[in-house]
């Protein structure tokens, strides 16, 4: 199983950016995809994740109408677009791989697969 985030970088702020989440080595269209941050010196945080169908959507309240999660299930990808950034999104954000069909969880105990984890600066 690989996950395989990217699309990080240096953003002013205020500017966007647009993570992209692929997966390989699983039933991709059965599995919840969420993503997670780690910023400097601080505890993973969630920040948002997708159903398997893409129906259902959660965000954490620091980035709720500012981020919108995505997903394309015929090509195995999902995709955080993220707009109007802020210099406490900096961080490095991972995602994650949920196997159960029933929860779109907001915890990493949640979730079976991670990613490498791609980083995002946002300067002010």
């Known amino acids: 199983v690989q996950l395989q985030a990217c699309g990080g970088g240096l953003v002013q702020a205020g500017g966007s950016l647009r993570l992209s989440c692929a997966a390989s080595?699983?039933?991709?269209?059965?599995?919840?995809i969420g993503w997670f941050r780690q910023a400097p010196g601080k505890e993973r945080e969630f920040v948002a994740a997708i159903s398997w169908s893409g129906g259902s959507t959660d965000y954490a309240p620091s980035v709720k109408g500012r981020f919108t999660i995505s997903r394309e299930n015929a090509v195995n990808k999902v995709v955080l677009q993220m707009r109007s950034m802020k210099p406490e999104d900096t961080a490095v954000y991972y995602c994650?791989?949920?196997?159960?069909?029933?929860?779109?969880?907001?915890?990493?105990?949640?979730?079976?697969?991670w990613g490498q984890g791609t980083e995002v600066t946002v300067s002010s």
């Open positions: 080595g699983i039933t991709f269209s059965r599995y919840t």
């Open positions: 994650a791989a949920d196997r159960s069909a029933i929860r779109i969880g907001n915890r990493g105990a949640h979730y079976d697969y």
